[in-house]
């Protein structure tokens, strides 16, 4: 007998609700977007069933609609999550993660010897090469970094 998978969790009036992210990685997002933050209220479910891929987290930001560049965050520890913004309780759109061609990133390239590394004031910026799995290429010294490369720069 099947059981019915209701969500017992609030809607939001406006913001951005971050779905599909791979279970127990939903911390790991709050954490590049820089939340919890005074005055911003969030909802986090964690381990939800999910009839596409078994279990996920939800992150729910109210009165926020992320910026492009925080989705480019959001999409290196999530890759494959829906981003949802919601208008006066109304979803007005419903878009799968996507990569830009370029990152302006918080992680940093692998490679020592690059100018981002060093004490210059040069923040580290990719190329996306492949979405799956994330490939990104340093703009600076071509280094190539693996999806592993950068989990290992989040976890």
Do not use: W
Not at 84 to 111: A, D, M, Q
Request: aromatic share 6%.
């Amino acid at each position: 007998m099947k059981k019915n998978r209701e969500m017992k969790v609030k809607q939001i009036e406006n913001g951005t609700v971050i779905d599909h992210i791979t279970a127990n990685k939903s911390l790991h997002v709050l954490n590049v977007l820089g939340l919890p933050k005074k005055n911003t209220s969030l909802t986090i479910a964690m381990n939800v069933p999910s009839d596409a891929i078994e279990f996920k987290d939800i992150v729910k930001i109210e009165s926020r609609e992320l910026k492009p560049t925080e989705l480019d965050q959001v999409a290196l520890i999530a890759p494959n999550a829906t981003i949802n913004i919601i208008r006066n309780y109304e979803i007005v759109t419903k878009e799968k993660i996507k990569f830009r061609n370029e990152l302006n990133s918080i992680i940093k390239c692998t490679n020592q010897k690059c100018v981002t590394n060093t004490n210059e004031p040069i923040k580290p910026k990719f190329k996306f090469v492949k979405e799956t799995p994330v490939l990104l290429r340093c703009y600076y010294c071509d280094r190539l970094i693996t999806a592993e490369e950068i989990k290992a720069q989040f976890y």
